[in-house]
């Protein structure tokens, strides 16, 4: 029986060959045939590989915390460091699934245990395969010591205000921020600089907003070194109405007291005239003008400037300006007062001549400065009859009263005329 099989199976077989050396689509067909099958034996044999180069892979950083632990903090820009290329070594199933985003390049820190120049090994990471190469194979970085300090946070209103609005910060949470990081660098950093947008903004409000660190100059430092507390600081800004209101002037007002006997309070100035206000709008519509704090002038004699207070009313939320400058001007008054039988003198008398005058009781009424008059006697009283260039006879002349350097003062006598004989 096998005798028989055999020579057909043989027969089978060159049938066969002579069909398809003789026909050229079979020809092709076993080509194609060949290739299907080698195919499927390279994609199901994962022994067989290729390798892929991938270039401009972003270098990550991983092992900062076990680094800072360890009391140490990298000084060197990470951001700025170059992408590395990486080759992989592949499946040839999976060669076209390799790419930029499935393979990375990690910088570990977590074994650095000094400070100083320290050079870091790339690794290579693929979700296919394995990473054999990394170009470059390391990179140097400084490391120092680390350290830590609290700046406080400032925020600064920018953009354009709405008109006749009021704007303050009122919270900041937190108020100050922990920055840590490198010493050098850490030592640097003054402040939290917030710039808030105030423009379109015409009610009060709170949200977030970030921040950058600042150095003792104002400038603005980069912190891809510098670890902070937070990333955000809640900032509540108030808005509210304003109205411009002047600074009262009136006597009765602002002053209180009263200034020595003979002089009074004349008028007050104020510095600056009005003041903005702000507050809700249904007390702004009650206000008509701002009061200084009460002045006592008791007991005083000059004019004098000071810097008061002005009356806070409630619920205002804001003066412009919280003091004024007030000048007080203090005047002496005018006083009269009378003296009787005041002494009278011949003034002008030609050589040879001698006059006699009238003897009557000589009233003067001396009207001046309050001090001025107040201190006079009458033996202070100059009353004279000017004789000058008249002949014997009989006269009836004016007279004139003075005191000396007193020329402020003014005089009324009684009888103002005088009969003066020369003889």
């Not at 070594?89 to 650095?112: K, P, T």
Request: charged share 20%; net charge negative; hydrophobic share 40%.
């Amino acid at each position: 029986m096998k005798n028989k099989i055999l020579p057909a199976l043989k027969r089978v077989g060159r049938t066969i060959w002579r069909s398809l050396s003789q026909n050229l689509g079979y020809k092709l067909l076993s080509v194609v045939l060949a290739m299907v099958m080698w195919s499927y034996v390279i994609t199901s044999n994962p022994t067989i590989t290729r390798d892929k180069w991938i270039n401009n892979v972003e270098i990550s950083l991983t092992g900062q915390s076990t680094l800072r632990d360890r009391g140490f903090a990298i000084s060197t820009d990470t951001s700025a460091l170059s992408s590395a290329s990486v080759k992989v070594e592949v499946a040839q199933s999976s060669y076209g699934r390799v790419n930029s985003e499935n393979v990375r390049v990690e910088l570990d820190v977590s074994g650095i245990r000094q400070s100083g120049k320290q050079q870091v090994e790339l690794t290579g990471v693929t979700a296919y395969g394995r990473a054999v190469e990394v170009v470059p194979e390391s990179v140097e970085l400084d490391v120092e010591l680390l350290d830590q300090r609290y700046v406080p946070v400032n925020v600064e209103l920018v953009g354009e205000k709405a008109e006749g609005k009021w704007y303050n910060v009122s919270r900041i949470n937190p108020s100050q921020i922990t920055v840590s990081g490198p010493a050098s660098l850490v030592q640097q950093v003054t402040s939290a600089q917030v710039n808030m947008e105030v423009t379109d903004n015409v009610t009060s409000v709170v949200r977030a907003e970030p921040f950058v660190l600042l150095d003792a100059s104002g400038n603005e430092m980069d912190s891809e070194s510098l670890v902070c507390s937070t990333n955000s600081v809640n900032v509540g800004m108030d808005i509210y109405p304003t109205k411009v209101l002047n600074v009262s002037t009136d006597i009765a007002k602002v002053i209180s007291g009263e200034p020595a006997e003979g002089y009074h309070v004349e008028s007050i100035e104020v510095q600056p005239e009005s003041i903005e206000v702000a507050a809700e709008q249904t007390l702004l519509d009650q206000l008509e003008e701002l009061v200084p704090e009460s002045i006592d002038v008791t007991g005083l004699t000059q004019s004098f400037s000071t810097r008061v207070s002005v009356s806070k009313l409630n619920d205002v939320k804001n003066l412009s300006s919280n003091q004024v400058n007030v000048t007080v001007h203090i005047v002496e008054e005018d006083t009269t007062k009378r003296f009787s039988n005041v002494p009278r003198t011949v003034v002008g008398l030609g050589e040879g001549l001698k006059a006699r005058v009238e003897k009557t009781n000589l009233t003067v009424m001396v009207t001046g400065p309050y001090s001025v008059v107040q201190g006079l006697s009458r033996g202070d009283l100059i009353a004279a009859v000017d004789v000058s260039g008249l002949k014997a006879g009989e006269y009836q002349l004016p007279v004139k009263v003075s005191v000396d350097n007193q020329p402020e003062l003014t005089f009324e006598c009684t009888p103002d005329t005088l009969t003066v004989t020369i003889e």
